[in-house]
């Protein structure tokens, strides 16, 4: 079965900073990943997604993915970070066989002025 | 399109009533999934249907709680009787792509 650890629980960022939030997963072959936002109070919105092909992915609001495989990771970036973007964040892990998503327990961002 | 809509948005109880949640998930779905998130546990599938029908409801809790999917357009979640431990944010997903999921606003259930 997949897993996904998020190692960092709490982020601060100053606005305008860059941001990187590190995902690792464990999978035996070349899994789906995911990265979600949660604002307070709100559902999960989908970031961004690498199915195959270019390992580095472009997502909404800024963000980008980039899938090594060889450190089992997909860390999350954004160059400039907005108040905006102070919100959690969980990586998903999903097989190529199977329609269940396994989650990270999340990785909450704090940014200050 | 709307998105996954779920109601209520927030749920009040008593310990040892009836608890349901409802689901509608976007338009063309042939996935529905239920999560439950509390601080202690995180994210958790509880149980998740395709084209109406229950795949795997492993993570349902206990006996005390049940969903069904009878059309394609609607999902019900239930607890009875509910315990204050349930209470928790429940999320409904849909997917048409495999395992890209699209989740609703959740409902925060208190249960006291």
């Known amino acids: 079965a997949q897993s996904v650890t998020q190692p960092d629980i709490h982020i601060t960022v100053s606005e305008g900073a860059s941001l990187e939030l590190r995902c690792n997963y464990s999978?035996?072959?070349?899994?789906?990943l995911f990265w979600y936002v949660q604002s307070p109070g709100q559902g999960l919105q989908l970031l961004l997604k690498y199915f195959s092909g270019d390992t580095l992915v472009q997502g909404i609001k800024g963000f980008e993915a980039e899938f090594k495989r060889s450190q089992s990771s997909f860390n999350l970036r954004k160059p400039s970070v907005h108040w905006s973007d102070a919100a959690e964040y969980f990586c998903a892990v999903g097989a190529r066989d199977d329609y269940k998503l396994s989650f990270g327990a999340g990785t909450t961002v704090t940014v200050r002025a | 399109d709307a998105g996954v809509i779920q109601s209520p948005r927030h749920e009040v109880t008593e310990m040892g009533q009836e608890v349901t949640l409802r689901c509608k998930p976007i338009?063309?779905?042939?996935?529905l999934f239920w999560y439950r998130q509390t601080m202690m546990r995180g994210l958790e599938l509880l149980i998740y249907f395709n084209n109406n029908v229950p795949i795997d409801d492993s993570g349902m809790p206990e006996d005390r709680f049940s969903a069904k999917m009878p059309n394609a357009s609607f999902s019900t979640l239930k607890i009875q009787p509910s315990e204050p431990r349930d209470s928790a944010v429940y999320f409904c997903?849909?997917?048409?792509?495999?395992?890209?999921?699209?989740f609703g606003p959740g409902t925060r259930l208190t249960v006291t």
């Open positions: 999978y035996g072959a070349t899994p789906y």
């Open positions: 997903a849909s997917s048409l792509i495999i395992a890209e999921q699209y």
């Open positions: 338009s063309g779905h042939d996935y």
